[in-house]
C-alpha cells in the first residue's frame, strides 16, 4: 500500500470529489469510523465512557469531529458528549460548517475555548476525540498557543486518544516530532496512511492505525523500489468468506517443530496461534516431555515424536522452544531440506549461523527474526542491524532467498527482489516472551492455507501486531503476554472486515 503526503492526500479528495462523491459523504463516512472506534475503546473498557469529549478546529478536520460526536451522541455509546471548539467558530466553513449546524440541531452543545478555563472538560475526561488539527499542518503549534495548553490538558488527563487522521500536532509529511503534539491510542486515517504513520519517531505516538475506506480512489500503487506501508487494505481480500462447503483439510495441515527441556510453552504458543489464524489441523513435533505439555496447552492439537517424517503435511514451522543441541541441530537440517513451505523462527535461526544456509531451499520460506537473531545471520551484530532496518532486511533476504520478517516496531517485512514494507501494527507491549512464538504459528498457519510466502509473512506480521495493539486497548501495555495475543486474533481479524466503506 502506498503511503501518502499531505498534498497527495488532498489531491485524491479532489479527484474523489470530482468523479462524483460529494465531499459532505466523505466526512460523513470519515465521521463513521471514528465512532467504531471510539464504540471498540468504550466496550473494551467501560469507565473510558465517564466523560467523552470532542475537541476540534476550524477545517476539515474538525469537520469529521463534529460528526463524530453526532454519530456518538445519537448512538448513546456514552452517558454525554462534549465537544469544544478551538478557533473561530467564524472560519469554519463548507463542509465542516454543515456538520456543526447537523451536531447543533441534533442538540449537541459546542463549547468554544477563549480562555484557558475553557479547557477544563479536557483534563477531566476518560476519552478525547481528537479532530483539532490534520494532515496539513504546515508548521510547529505554537508552545504559547491556546492549542497547545489544549494538546497539554489532553495529556496530563490521562485520556484514552482517538486521533482523527493524525495526531494534532504532527505533520502528516514528517516523521519527527516538529513541536507540541498528542499521543494518541488509536489514529484513524483515510483511504491511505501519511509519513508520519509509517516512520518513527512519529509513528511511535500514532498508537494502533486504522485505515478506514472512505470510498477514496484508489491512490495507485508504490513506485518499484518504494517502501510500502503494510495495513489493512493490503490483506483484506486474502480472507475472504469460507466456503459452505469445506472440511479441516481445505485450510492446511502445519506441523510445528521445536520444543525442548524448559521450553514446552513455545510450540504449544505457537500450534494455538496457528489454530487462531484458521489452519485446519496443527500438529507438534517435539520430544516425549514436552508433548503432555502441549496437550495441556492446545487440546486441539495433535502430537507426534520429535523424529516423525513431515509427509502429508502443508506447511512447516519450525524453531519455537528447538533448543540448539546436536539433535536440534540434525532437526533443522532434515526439516529445512523438505520441498515444504516453511517458516524458520528462534533457535532454527541461531542453529542456521548464516543467511545462506537457508538459499538452497526450493520452496516458499520465510524468517522471521528479531534484530539479535538477524545479526547473527548478516555476522554483524545488533547495531549495524538497528542502524537501517530496512536495508538489514532486504540484505538477509537476498541471501537467504527467503521472505524475512524484521521484528521490532513498525516491522520490516521484505523479499528477495529488494520489496520492503513496514507494518502498521504493534507496539512496546509486545516485548515479551514468547510472541515470536505466536507470529510464528500465524505464518505457518497461513502458509499452510496456501498463501505465498510474502503474503503469508506479511499478512501474519501485520495481524499478529494488531492483535497485539487490540490487546493493550483492553489491558494496558505493562500487563501483555504473549497469549492475550492469541486471545485477540479474532478481533484482529474483525478488523480486516470493517476497514470498508460504510
Known amino acids: 500500500m502506498k503511503f501518502l503526503s499531505a498534498e497527495e492526500s488532498r489531491a485524491l479528495d479532489a479527484r474523489t470529489i470530482e468523479a462524483g462523491t460529494p465531499g459532505l459523504v466523505l466526512m460523513k463516512r470519515a465521521a463513521a469510523a471514528v465512532a467504531r472506534e471510539v464504540a471498540r475503546a468504550l466496550a473494551s473498557r467501560g469507565a473510558r465512557g465517564t466523560r467523552v469529549v470532542v475537541v476540534a478546529g476550524p477545517g476539515n478536520n474538525g469537520g469529521d469531529g463534529f460528526e463524530a460526536a453526532r454519530l456518538l451522541l445519537a448512538s448513546r455509546v456514552a452517558p454525554g458528549v462534549e465537544t469544544l471548539l478551538v478557533g473561530d467558530e467564524g472560519r469554519v466553513a463548507g463542509d465542516a460548517r454543515a456538520t456543526l449546524h447537523r451536531l447543533q440541531k441534533s442538540g449537541g452543545n459546542i463549547r468554544p475555548v477563549e480562555s484557558e478555563q475553557d479547557l477544563e472538560p479536557l483534563r477531566t475526561a476518560t476519552l478525547v476525540v481528537d479532530a483539532l488539527f490534520g494532515t496539513g499542518l504546515s508548521r510547529p503549534v505554537d508552545p504559547a498557543s491556546l492549542a497547545a495548553r489544549a494538546l497539554a490538558a489532553v495529556s496530563s488527563s490521562g485520556a484514552f486518544v482517538v486521533a482523527v487522521d493524525v495526531p494534532s500536532g504532527l505533520s502528516g509529511d514528517r516523521s519527527d516530532l516538529p513541536g507540541p503534539c498528542l499521543r494518541a491510542d488509536v489514529t484513524v486515517t483515510f483511504g491511505a496512511p501519511k509519513r508520519c504513520h509509517v516512520f518513527p519517531p512519529a509513528a511511535g505516538v500514532c498508537g494502533r492505525i486504522a485505515v478506514a475506506d472512505i470510498g477514496l480512489l484508489p491512490p495507485g500503487p508504490p513506485a518499484p523500489g518504494e517502501i510500502e506501508a503494510l495495513g489493512s487494505p493490503d490483506f483484506g481480500p486474502l480472507f475472504p468468506a469460507r466456503a459452505a462447503v469445506s472440511h479441516k483439510g481445505t485450510y492446511g495441515h502445519l506441523l510445528v517443530a521445536g520444543g525442548s527441556d524448559g521450553m514446552a510453552g513455545a510450540p504449544g504458543l505457537a500450534a494455538r496461534a496457528a489454530y487462531r489464524s484458521g489452519a485446519g489441523l496443527v500438529t507438534v513435533a517435539a520430544p516425549e516431555p514436552v508433548r503432555a505439555a502441549v496437550h495441556a496447552l492446545s487440546p486441539e492439537t495433535m502430537t507426534l515424536p520429535e523424529d516423525a517424517d513431515a509427509a502429508g503435511f502443508d506447511a512447516l514451522a519450525v524453531g519455537p522452544g528447538l533448543g540448539r543441541s546436536d539433535a536440534a541441530r540434525e532437526r533443522l537440517a532434515r526439516l529445512s531440506g523438505l520441498a515444504l ?151 484482529a481479524f474483525g478488523l480486516l472486515r470493517e476497514a470498508r466503506v460504510r
Open 341 to 491: 513451505p516453511a517458516v524458520f523462527d528462534a533457535d532454527a535461526l541461531n542453529l542456521a549461523g548464516d543467511a545462506r544456509y537457508f538459499a538452497t531451499r526450493r520452496a516458499p520460506t520465510v524468517l522471521t527474526p528479531h534484530p539479535g537473531e538477524a545479526g547473527r545471520l548478516l555476522g554483524t551484530g545488533t547495531a549495524s542491524v538497528n542502524a537501517d532496518r530496512i536495508e538489514a532486511a532486504r540484505r538477509i533476504a537476498a541471501l537467504s532467498g527467503a521472505v524475512v520478517v524484521l521484528k521490532g516496531f513498525r516491522s520490516v517485512v521484505a523479499d528477495p527482489s529488494g520489496r520492503a514494507g513496514l507494518v502498521l501494527a504493534g507496539n512496546a507491549g509486545m516485548a515479551t516472551g514468547g510472541m515470536g512464538d505466536v507470529l510464528t504459528g500465524i505464518c505457518g498457519a497461513f502458509l499452510a492455507r496456501g498463501l505465498d510466502a510474502w503474503a503469508a509473512a506479511a499478512a501474519a506480521a501485520y495481524l499478529h501486531g494488531t492483535a497485539g495493539d487490540l490487546a493493550v486497548e483492553a489491558l494496558g501495555e505493562e500487563s501483555l503476554v504473549a497469549s492475550d495475543a492469541v486471545r485477540f486474533l479474532p478481533d
